[in-house]
């Protein structure tokens, strides 16, 4: 049974990003993500300002009068959220730890897509398959896909990306917009999201966290690796220290961003410290100029 601070906390999800879906995202995602194409609809009688291209002639000469073909959109289009729950999402040096933002990022992609009639699927991994939602519809089925991620006990601490990108082409095989939500801290995916770039629209969004990137000078401070157990004693204090940290988080952030470049992979950068929204509209709006 689901505990009442867990439906409390559902509930505030759904309705702050409702509310964010509504104002901000359905417009933007609907724009940026197409259907296949353009599928009939119905034959309806001429209108001033209509397209002359689209009159049905047959239908206009046995009627008398013009009529022309409707076509909407054909979307149908499935979402897939593969989704990084191991340790180090407990990490969180300001308002929000890694996981809380992940949770509200997939509720956000997960209300813009049943919004536009699309499919919701999720696959929450380690380093291992941790749970898999196969693909629907429905304001109800995007609330299951919050409470798993609420609820989720993951069994494993460690993080492989390729597991879940392997798992991905098993379970699919038609093309699924597929968002990556993750910290990247991992190795040796490159490969695999390559392959999985072929098949899938592939979008990586990378949670990260100030005190990742930048150690502040407060002396001696201890710190634990959450997927390996192990423990790090740092000075803080040492200029060459914070100088040497800082620049290896830079290099491997441009890593990773060059990486993703190469393959014509997506990359939308959050920082726990500020809202997601404004790079989630940004990667949007450069999305559909460039498509």
């Known amino acids: 049974m689901i505990s ?61 009068r013009p009529f022309i073909k409707r076509f909407v959109e054909e979307r149908e289009l499935t979402v897939m959220l593969l989704v990084d729950v191991s340790a180090s999402g407990n990490f969180g040096s300001i308002k929000h730890l890694k996981n ?9 992609l997960a209300f813009s897509a049943i919004k536009n009639n699309d499919k919701v699927g999720m696959i929450m991994f380690t380093d291992k398959i941790e749970k898999f939602i196969p693909p629907k519809k429905g304001a109800k089925h995007v609330l299951r896909v919050i409470r798993e ?12 990306i390729s597991v879940a990108l392997e798992y991905l082409n098993k379970i699919s095989s038609r093309r699924a917009i597929s968002f990556v939500v993750s910290d990247f801290i991992a190795n040796d995916y490159a490969h695999t999201l390559r392959i999985t770039n072929k098949k899938h629209d592939m979008i990586a969004i990378s949670i990260v966290d100030p005190r990742e990137q930048e150690l502040p000078s407060v002396g001696f401070v201890e710190l634990k690796d959450a997927e390996s157990g192990e423990m790090f004693l740092i000075d803080t204090a040492n200029s060459l220290a914070r100088k040497e940290f800082n620049a290896l988080s830079d290099k491997l952030a441009k890593e990773r961003s060059k990486l993703f470049r190469s393959m014509g992979v997506d990359e939308i950068v959050i920082n726990t410290d500020k809202h997601y929204v404004e790079p989630i509209i940004r990667f949007f709006r450069v999305r559909e100029k460039r498509y």
Request: charged letters at 30%.
């Open 149 to 160: 991620l609420l609820c989720s006990e993951p069994t494993g601490k460690g993080t492989n």
């Open 100 to 108: 809380e933002v992940t949770i509200e990022i997939c509720s956000i």
């Open 4 to 64: 009442k601070d867990i439906l409390k906390k559902i509930q505030q999800i759904r309705i702050s990003t409702s509310r964010l879906v509504n104002e901000a995202f359905v417009g933007e995602y609907h724009s940026v993500f197409k259907g296949r194409g353009m599928e009939f609809d119905e034959v309806r009688e001429y209108q001033p300002g209509d397209e002359i291209r689209t009159i049905d002639w047959n239908v206009t000469a046995r009627m008398g």
